[in-house]
């Protein structure tokens, strides 16, 4: 079914005892194909584009995780969305564009496209790694789909890459227009403090507690020495995040008073 795919496993595997892994990732790949709707010409990218690191501990024969892929997943992904608002979104200036491609392409919307095309259920990777952590979920998923962006790139070219966005990340965004809200929180706050000339927001964790796995963060955002606000979250930027929308409406709620 893939070309040479047994002889891209021998580069891949230091050995050819693991017959078991061969033959489940061969399931994967061949169950992968048809969510992504073309013929794998090349399965050693798609191996890696499924391979995150924590597997590597458990199946060293692999060799490489698909780190690299993501770094290229990335670009090509800002890429080809960069090029679709700017065709779409002709009388928008650059800010726009800047905060609605980082609308479209943050680690909570890929995360929900992976959820889409049931990822997890392709991606290899050591389950003691998240244990139970929502967070590390995301992340790795989100990781996984820019992977998998980076290998049909590599594989197939860049308009088929361009039609996979298009089709599993852009268009299902702008059916609800979600992404054009600003999420950013902690973006705006600099803004708005520095359009009134104020010290720039400084981020203070006050608590980390639970397990390895499953932490959960707690943020103070100060500007100046006043605290506007306190966040918490799984990880130390969803916690600023949480912390800065808190700070964001107390500043804008001072600002008007002093308008006042």
């Given at each position: 079914?893939?070309?040479?795919?047994?002889?891209?496993?021998?580069?891949?595997?230091?050995?050819?005892?693991?017959?078991?892994?061969?033959?489940?990732?061969?399931?994967?790949?061949?169950?992968?194909?048809?969510?992504?709707?073309?013929?794998?010409?090349?399965?050693?990218?798609?191996?890696?584009?499924?391979?995150?690191?924590?597997?590597?501990?458990?199946?060293?024969?692999?060799?490489?995780?698909?780190?690299?892929?993501?770094?290229?997943?990335?670009?090509?992904l800002n890429m080809i969305?960069?090029?679709?608002?700017?065709?779409?979104?002709?009388?928008?200036?650059?800010?726009?564009?800047?905060?609605?491609?980082?609308?479209?392409?943050?680690?909570?919307?890929?995360?929900?496209?992976?959820?889409?095309?049931?990822?997890?259920?392709?991606?290899?990777?050591?389950?003691?790694?998240?244990?139970?952590?929502?967070?590390?979920?995301?992340?790795?998923?989100?990781?996984?789909?820019?992977?998998?962006?980076?290998?049909?790139?590599?594989?197939?070219?860049?308009?088929?890459?361009?039609?996979?966005?298009?089709?599993?990340?852009?268009?299902?965004?702008?059916?609800?227009?979600?992404?054009?809200?600003?999420?950013?929180?902690?973006?705006?706050?600099?803004?708005?403090?520095?359009?009134?000339?104020?010290?720039?927001?400084?981020?203070?964790?006050?608590?980390?507690?639970?397990p390895e796995h499953k932490?959960?963060?707690?943020?103070?955002?100060?500007?100046?020495?006043?605290?506007?606000?306190?966040?918490?979250?799984?990880?130390?930027?969803?916690?600023?995040?949480?912390?800065?929308?808190?700070?964001?409406?107390?500043?804008?709620?001072?600002?008007?008073?002093?308008?006042?």
């Amino acid at each position: 079914m893939f070309k040479d795919f047994f002889e891209n496993l021998v580069k891949i595997f230091k050995s050819g005892k693991k017959k078991s892994l061969q033959k489940e990732i061969l399931l994967k790949l061949e169950s992968l194909e048809k969510v992504l709707g073309f013929k794998i010409e090349d399965s050693s990218y798609f191996i890696k584009a499924i391979t995150h690191r924590s597997y590597l501990e458990i199946n060293p024969e692999l060799e490489k995780s698909n780190e690299r892929l993501e770094f290229l997943g990335d670009s090509v992904l800002n890429m080809i969305v960069a090029k679709y608002l700017f065709e779409i979104y002709t009388n928008e200036g650059e800010g726009f564009l800047t905060k609605v491609r980082s609308s479209l392409v943050n680690r909570d919307r890929l995360y929900v496209t992976a959820e889409r095309l049931k990822l997890k259920n392709y991606l290899m990777y050591n389950h003691k790694y998240l244990g139970d952590s929502l967070e590390g979920v995301k992340t790795i998923l989100a990781d996984c789909l820019e992977a998998i962006i980076g290998a049909i790139y590599l594989d197939q070219g860049i308009d088929t890459a361009e039609n996979f966005i298009l089709d599993n990340l852009i268009y299902p965004n702008e059916e609800d227009r979600g992404f054009l809200i600003d999420k950013n929180y902690k973006g705006q706050l600099l803004e708005l403090a520095q359009s009134k000339k104020m010290d720039l927001p400084r981020y203070v964790v006050t608590k980390v507690e639970g397990p390895e796995h499953k932490r959960e963060f707690t943020i103070d955002v100060y500007i100046g020495d006043k605290n506007y606000g306190t966040g918490k979250g799984g990880s130390k930027k969803s916690a600023e995040q949480n912390a800065s929308k808190i700070a964001l409406s107390k500043l804008k709620s001072d600002c008007n008073r002093n308008i006042r």
